[in-house]
Structure formats: structure tokens, C-alpha cells
């Protein structure tokens, strides 16, 4: 079993800044997809950021320039720096990471407890 465990969130005004981190732990051999969504109350989750085991990253379009997503494979662990945040970037921000407990299995879908992020105007 795979356990995820996020941090960062909290209350920021426009324009500042907040890093959020997930760290994965647990049966785990290999890592593949890792990704941040979020959700706000009547809408559906949505992805914000993704990076792939090849170092590939993605982003939403109202998040690009402003976010960035890395990942420190060592440790299992993912990291949402953003930046000059806006009012509408409130949300439950949830991590999302693609584990496989051995190098030959397949990877299943692994879900944060999400982490509250507030941007006053």
C-alpha cells in the first residue's frame, strides 16, 4: 500500500506565493505519473500539473508561467511551486502519483488527502 501525504497549503493574498509538497511512502518500486489537481466546491477535479517518469511536464493553461511542478525521485516526492497567485487559484489542491510496489508490476493511482489553498483579493 501506497500512502500520500501533502503540505503547503494554507492563506496567501494575490500576487504571493506557496509551495506545496506530496510525499509518497510505502510499497513502492517504481514511480511513473506524478501530478497535482484541484477542485472547488460543484466542479470537478482538474488537473493543474502533471510530470512524467521522462521529465515531461504539463500544465493547464490558466496555471502556465505561473506554476511550476518537480519531482525528487529519490524521495518519492512531488512539489507545486506557485506563483503570483490569483483569487481564482483557490481550491483543494490534491496530489496524484502513478506507484508500482515492484519494478516489473503495473502502476496503480494513489490520491492525496488534498490540501486546502486560499488566495485573498
Known amino acids: 500500500q501506497v500512502q500520500l501525504v501533502e503540505s503547503g497549503g494554507g492563506l496567501v493574498q494575490a500576487g504571493g506565493s506557496l509551495r506545496l509538497s506530496c510525499a509518497a511512502s510505502g510499497s513502492i518500486s517504481r514511480v511513473d505519473a506524478m501530478a497535482w489537481y484541484r477542485q472547488t466546491p460543484g466542479k470537478e477535479r482538474e488537473l493543474v500539473a502533471n510530470s512524467g517518469i521522462d521529465g515531461h511536464t504539463d500544465y493547464a493553461d490558466p496555471v502556465k508561467g505561473r506554476f511550476t511542478i518537480s519531482r525528487d525521485n529519490a524521495k518519492h516526492t512531488v512539489y507545486l511551486q506557485m506563483n503570483s497567485l490569483k483569487p481564482e487559484d483557490t481550491a483543494v489542491y490534491y496530489c496524484?502519483?502513478?506507484?508500482?510496489?515492484?519494478?516489473?508490476?503495473?502502476?496503480?493511482?494513489?490520491w492525496g488527502q488534498g490540501t486546502r489553498v486560499t488566495v485573498s483579493s
Open positions: 496524484y502519483v502513478a506507484a508500482a510496489p515492484y519494478f516489473w508490476s503495473r502502476s496503480e493511482n494513489y
